[in-house]
């Protein structure tokens, strides 16, 4: 039985977009993934820090939590923040829905389609927190064969 | 994230080595503006994405508004080199619809 975690903090800046992707790909290179389920991995992380950045801290900085779990052969991540929250979710989850015209509105798409498993939980100005699970193609074949 | 900019009769060439993200995003949004504010007879974008290592909706996002503003010049919009990771990302986005991919910068080069 394999368990691990890593947990870190850091501030809604730009910068640190391409940084939590770094350390949850790093991370999750611990299961069997294959290079392009670490690609999705990449994107999905890369989409809930970017939100934090545009949606949960308009106006100034605020602090992103990056959990990051593995227990057996599943990756689990939480990227956690104390920011506006989401006022319509389903209106969010609407793909192309965005106010800029410099965005697609597909990050929480992306999400849902890279990752097994994406659940949002928000509150207006409490903060939101993403929970994304991903297990390896080849673990759940390999499990498939055991049975 | 680096820009290379090569300028073929009314084609506009971006080389893009790097990610293309949130932080990365305003730089290639002004970097290309400004060449197409600079030179109103360039038609055509081509995105060379052979040394492309990332790109995630703020990406896309920004290459949809380049698009934006080649249409208004009725000029077209292609993509060559495509890692196949990328090759997905454009195709669930949607962007194909009006971006064309290309699969060599020679052919891509022969639009007017």
């Known amino acids: ?147 | 994230m680096k820009l290379e900019l090569k300028r073929n009769g009314r084609v506009l060439t971006v080389q893009i080595s790097g990610e293309l993200d949130l932080s990365t995003s305003p730089a290639f949004r002004s970097r290309i503006e400004e060449e197409l504010g600079q030179d109103q007879e360039i038609k055509h974008l081509i995105l060379d994405l052979q040394e492309t290592n990332f790109i995630d909706s703020s990406g896309l996002g920004a290459i949809l508004g380049r698009y934006k503003t080649i249409v208004q010049r009725n000029g077209k919009l292609t993509a060559v080199n495509v890692p196949p990771h990328l090759q997905r990302l454009f195709e669930l986005s949607g962007l194909l619809k009006v971006m064309t991919i290309c699969p060599s910068l020679e052919e891509a080069q022969n639009l007017d």
Do not use: W
Request: aromatic share 6%; proline share 5%.
């Open chain 1, 1 to 147: 039985m394999k368990e691990n975690y890593l947990n870190i903090s850091f501030p809604s800046l730009p910068d640190n977009v391409s940084l939590s992707r770094v350390i949850a790909a790093s991370f999750a290179a611990q299961l069997d993934f294959t290079l392009n389920e670490l690609e999705e991995i990449r994107v999905a992380i890369s989409e809930a820090v970017s939100n934090c950045v545009i949606h949960a801290y308009p106006e100034h900085p605020g602090e992103v939590r990056l959990e990051l779990r593995i227990k057996d052969d599943t990756l689990m991540i939480k990227v956690i923040d104390e920011g506006c929250g989401i006022q319509d979710l389903d209106l969010a989850k609407t793909p192309a829905y965005s106010s800029d015209p410099e965005r697609m509105g597909l990050g929480l798409v992306f999400m849902e389609s890279f990752m097994d498993e994406m659940t949002i939980e928000s509150q207006l100005q409490k903060g939101t927190q993403v929970l994304m699970v991903k297990k390896p193609e080849r673990s759940k074949n390999s499990s498939h064969d055991c049975q």
